[in-house]
């Protein structure tokens, strides 16, 4: 019983995001795009051709060096003569997971200090907004650079440089609009009838802005794709994954940039999709977080 009880809420759930995206021709498009790129990452060691690593060779024995694309290398070879294709196939996997976990990591952390400071307010809430403006003044680049020499450079302590700075924008939002639905009627009714801080901030406040939380968590998985493509660009990323990222610098640094377009084309449009394609689909939810939009 209660696990049809769990499906049937997850049920709900997905017709409900479905009927939200479905208002917007651009939001279902970028649905597409990003269910394909999924698709793509969970099935990419079966589309790969080839080890990213490997180093193909011709009929002779000879290695590919900057083959441009055939029929064997859809997206040519690099320098090493290692298949492009099959390293952006595997690229889609940390692209995703690093878009998808700092999100949610990020939006979790931020709406909850929001919450908090905006249902409590007086102390809590300065205290909360100060490290709010603390964590504005942290540029996010040279923070990292400092994180992974300290530590070490993988994704992981990338998702956590993208947490302990990112998590201000969606904290200062929700607040603002906590400190408006507090003060409706139903909330005075529910502090009256003995309910608890708890269930009036999880029962009461958090499903009236799940709209802004869906918004921020699709905007902010194109930011943290790009972060992290970025990182990998200045020589900061983890050099034991296949990221776009890590493509495009190796591209850079072998000075390939020009004469091999294959080697950076198509990381960049890769890039460049699932970016849009996250952005198209946060409009449908800008569009409930502001209904003013539907004027």
Not at 119 to 129: A, F, P, Q, R
Not at 137 to 155: A, D, G, Q, S, W
Not at 196 to 209: A, F, G, T
Not at 233 to 260: E, Y
Request: proline letters at 5%; one cysteine or more; aromatic letters at 10%.
């Amino acid at each position: 019983m209660t696990l049809r009880r769990a499906l049937s809420a997850v049920n709900g759930f997905v017709s409900e995001q479905v009927q939200i995206i479905r208002v917007d021709r651009l939001a279902v498009a970028g649905a597409a795009i990003l269910v394909a790129f999924i698709a793509v990452a969970i099935l990419a060691p079966v589309i790969a051709p080839y080890d990213p690593m490997q180093m193909c060779r011709d009929e002779n024995g000879r290695v590919l060096y900057l083959a441009p694309p055939s029929k064997a290398h859809w997206f040519g070879t690099t320098n090493l003569g290692r298949d492009i294709f099959s390293q952006v196939v595997l690229g889609t996997r940390i692209a995703l997971l690093v878009g998808f976990l700092a999100a949610l990591l990020v939006t979790l952390v931020g709406v909850t200090i929001g919450v908090c400071a905006g249902y409590y307010g007086g102390l809590t809430d300065s205290l909360l907004m100060r490290l709010v403006d603390v964590a504005y003044t942290i540029p996010f680049e040279p923070f990292v650079i400092i994180l992974v020499n300290i530590l070490r450079p993988n994704i992981w302590n990338l998702i956590l440089a993208m947490i302990i700075v990112m998590w201000r924008a969606p904290a200062r939002t929700v607040r603002a609009q906590v400190m408006s639905i507090k003060a409706r009627p139903y909330i005075k009714a529910a502090r009256v009838a003995g309910a608890s801080d708890v269930r009036i901030m999880l029962y009461h406040i958090l499903p009236n802005i799940m709209p802004l939380v869906f918004l921020y968590i699709a905007v902010t998985v194109g930011w943290a794709i790009m972060a992290e493509a970025g990182v990998s660009f200045l020589g900061f990323g983890d050099p034991s994954v296949t990221s776009w990222g890590q493509i495009l610098q190796l591209a850079f640094l072998t000075g390939a940039m020009r004469q091999a377009w294959w080697w950076t084309v198509p990381p960049g449009i890769c890039i460049t999709l699932v970016v849009l394609s996250v952005f198209f689909v946060s409009r449908a939810y800008e569009r409930i977080a502001n209904p003013r939009l539907l004027d």
